[in-house]
């Protein structure tokens, strides 16, 4: 039988705030345990939430860069459960009004624009930390990530492959960098992301009995953990058995999924209207306000660069992955005055190996927009083989320097003149009288031989063309 | 409207609370008579009136993203009942 995968995603984004969502203290990483843990965080007797306003005006640009309905009227729930790092019992979140509903995110997989509705998305705080090793029959908690606010972005069952969750995971992770919600470190916890993941027979409407695969939190993990449970499903469908409703954690060292909580266990959030805190009204003027700083988006970048500059979809995709590479590279292709796809090839290629081999942020690059429009225009005139160019980026990423200077200095110019070329072809010729014989009888392969000689003969500084069009005139005789 | 003894065992685990046998059957007629008063509130015609979130009819006020508390942890840990290297101990909990 044929499958159909149904994947929605539900992604904890921790949003870029200085104070918590309820309370004023610190949400920096890495500070000691509890250190950052204030009377509202600790739920001590007496406390009162209050709202931080900007988490909400990072929910309302969310909203908008997706193209989702902001409510003008937001509502806080509780949602009860007891676990030691969520001390008052109860996490505030949202249920029935969330601030943001609906929109969709548009991403790009294999060489296609994809979209992917969401549901909703709802303000939250973050639950604290249990550690369980360490300590002999109790565990450690730290409560310095309780109140954290955090943006829980639902998207609708629309993804069909572990590939697409992946990519629609990568689309969402760029975007909230880009409007500057979110600094997606992972590593850190700022951006996870949970599965729900069932199969149908091709053909079939309704959805299959789904699990929920927790805490995803690398993209690779994610493509890993989705690709098991798909073929756990379908192997315990295809020996006639049948699919519990779950919540499964992936375990990275044994590439498996395991069942978490079984439905026995199943919760029931008892959510209810939070009485601690009252609806939030946010304004129309409000919305305009924060509409108006909302930076060009991701998709809309890409769809620029496609037609106005000529630029492959696979390209301009590459090019708008952060912001300050499409930064880089607009900067560069103006300071060029044009041909976008030389730009666009250098960025893409040598550019972002480099950045990578490095492990460096493009802010970081030791090669400015400038520098590399200098080397470029010694392409151009044609100073510089792709080759040569090649070698003289390296220089400027290891080193620096200016890019004429060092032409000069390592005598890197590609030898254009046809006086020089045709000379060195004439002692080639006459030094291998055979092999000009053998090319003139017909063998095009001797001219791979002469092509090699000639290079080797000025140490690879010939204009290949040039090179080339030169060797068959005199070989022709 | 009854409730029998599945529903009040899963209501008290829910809850954390741990209910004796002899408190079951004490608690069945009070719970159902509680059940009873809501199934009157939920007689009420309520088309088209919007639900309340909030007893105020008020909107919340939003304070603006900075820290103002200092690190309290000195101030608090002596109020747990255990902690080590900064953390507070409870009965091991593993997932």
Redesign the interface.
Known sequence: MDWEVVIGIETHAQLA???KIF????TRFGA????????VD?A?PGVLP???????EHAIRFGLAVGATVAPRS?FARK?Y???DLPKGYQISQY??PVVSGGAIRFFSAEQEKTVRLTRAHLEEDAGK???ED?Q???????NRAGTPLLEIVSEPDLRSAADAVAYARALHQLVIWIGICDGNMQEGSFRCDANVSVRPVGQDELGTRCEIKNLNSFRFMEKAILYEVRRQIRTLEDGGSIIQETR?YDPERDETRA?RSKEDAQ?Y?YF?D?D?????ISEDWVAQVRATLPELPADMRARFVQSYGLSAYDADLLTGSQALAQYFQTLHQLLGGDAKLCANWVCGEFLAALRRSEREVQEAPVTPQQLCDLLRRIQDGTLSGKMAKELFDVLWQEGGAVDALIAQRGLSQISDAGVLEQIIDALLAAHPAQVAEFRAGKDKVFGFFVGRAMKACAGRANPEQLNALLRQRLAG | MPLNDTDLKRLARLARIRLEPQELASLAPQFAGILDLIQQLQAVPTQGIEPLAHALDLEQRLRADEVTEADGRALFQPLAPEMEQGLYLVPQVIE
């Open positions: 705030t200085r104070s309370s004023g203290a610190s000691e345990p509890n250190a950052q843990a204030c009377a600790l001590l209050v709202l931080n306003r900007q988490a909400v509502v009860n007891f676990y030691p029935e009004r249990s550690l369980h300590f029959g109790r565990s450690g908690i730290d409560l954690l978490m029931d008892r209207p009485p805190l009252l609806p939030v009204r």
